[in-house]
């Protein structure tokens, strides 16, 4: 079945520092979604992408989709202490409805 | 509500007991998806329901889980001979209409611990 990757598995980043997730899907992805969980949260909808190439910014956050729509990154700039959490993509789960979401990758910062 | 609202928020149970773990959805939202997570991993699909049907059940570990939403809006997962492994957080999420257009609300997730 489908099948979507994230790396890295964890990423220790001193305050101030960027920050970056990578996605990969083994099939063709129609869209792509971020989530964000702050410890002891859940998940919350940060963006949605669905163009080959398509590129959104929220403020500090960048998000790409690969030309191929295989893959997808988020990049965090100048990282905060509320960028701590975990950072998960998601993507449609083939052919069914739901989604697949990756193991995420887990943002701690150090003051 | 506002939001996607779970209960209880904590169980523990002992081994072998009866579960059930409620999901009331944002108002209106059609679709309902179950999930659970494990700690440090992302969430696993376990069912969704289109209105009253489930119309996709492949997430089910096995026939001791099982799901309903009888008037297509609150959902009840129902967990019979719980196991230790089953132990982790079941969210519930909901969107308008499914068909991956959109953002799942997710509600704030039912801890289940099995002794």
């Known amino acids: 079945g489908q099948q979507v990757m994230q790396i890295p598995q964890y990423q220790h980043v001193q305050e101030g520092e960027d920050f970056t997730t990578y996605c990969n899907s083994s099939?063709?992805?129609?869209?792509i979604q971020w989530y964000k969980q702050r410890p002891g949260g859940h998940p919350v909808f940060l963006i949605q992408l669905v163009k080959s190439g398509e590129v959104k910014k929220q403020k500090r956050l960048t998000f790409q989709f690969g030309e191929a729509k295989k893959n997808s990154s988020l990049h965090i700039t100048a990282t905060q202490t509320t960028d701590v959490g975990t950072y998960f993509c998601a993507g449609p789960r083939g052919g069914a409805d739901g989604l697949t979401f990756g193991k995420g990758t887990h943002l701690i910062i150090q003051p | 509500g506002a939001g996607v609202s779970q209960t209880p928020s904590n169980k523990v149970t002992e081994k072998g007991k009866y579960v059930e773990l409620r999901c009331d959805p944002i108002s209106g939202h059609t679709a309902l998806y179950w999930y659970r997570q494990s700690l440090g991993q992302g969430p696993e699909f376990l069912i969704y329901?289109?209105?009253?049907?489930?119309?996709?059940d492949s997430g089910l570990p096995n026939d001791r889980f099982f799901a309903v939403r009888p008037e297509g809006s609150v959902s009840t997962l129902k967990i019979q001979r719980t196991e230790r492994g089953d132990s982790a957080v079941y969210l519930c999420?909901?969107?308008?209409?499914?068909?991956?257009?959109?953002?799942?609300?997710f509600g704030e997730g039912s801890r289940l611990t099995v002794l």
């Open positions: 099939t063709t992805l129609s869209n």
């Open positions: 999420a909901s969107s308008p209409s499914g068909m991956n257009t959109g953002e799942l609300f």
């Open positions: 329901f289109q209105g009253t049907g489930a119309a996709d």
